[in-house]
């Protein structure tokens, strides 16, 4: 049996607290970014080549 190689670290998910969620969501689609389909009034996902990129509503 071989010793598994090392994985590299990366990140795959960046989450962001924003006050107004329809702002930021208007202010990354200027970016031409796209909202996932499994966005709702809580949280925007946004996806590119393997990242993702999150904005969720600050209480």
Known sequence: MTPAEPSTPHV???TLGVRDLQCALAFYQTLGWQAHPR?????I???DA????GS???K
Do not use: P
């Open 12 to 14: 795959t998910l960046i």
């Open 39 to 43: 966005s709702d009034d809580q949280i």
């Open 45 to 47: 996902f946004f996806s």
């Open 50 to 53: 393997g990242h993702r990129f």
């Open 56 to 58: 969720v509503r600050l």
